[in-house]
């Protein structure tokens, strides 16, 4: 079962995602046509880091304690609930790239699983405020 991301912290100060690529194989012949293998449909690696800057110590606290939680049983990180993704979430029908469907969704039939994709990196800045990294990496994993 995943865990739920902090709920209390703020929205990120910045956020990089990448949609991952599709597992193929590219074959180039000595005349220059190429032939691609596609092995699956599904994309693989998708990306997520999230930057928190100038938080309290408290704050970096409960997201290194997520992180315990999580990888002390090598589990599933949740967004739902959390500000994580605030921003991203399209909240009128029509009202332009929907960014959270890719990043929940890898097709009709699995979602994407994020992981921590190592520690957080917490930084001080000053005394009782930190800046902290985190990254994470969408899992296929079977059922």
Known sequence: MA????ANLPAPSSRSYSPG???QNEFQALNGAKTV???????YNSTLTLAYNNITDDL????IANYVEVMSVYDYVE???SRAIDGV????A???FALSKYMKEDDEHSAQKWRYDGPPTVTSVYPGRSNVECKFVACLDSP
């Open 60 to 63: 970096a606290g409960h997201i």
């Open 37 to 43: 293998v596609r092995y699956g449909k599904r994309r």
């Open 79 to 81: 967004f739902e609930g």
């Open 3 to 6: 865990v739920s991301f902090p």
């Open 89 to 92: 979430k399209d909240s009128q």
């Open 21 to 23: 690529e599709y597992p």
């Open 94 to 96: 029509g009202s332009g």
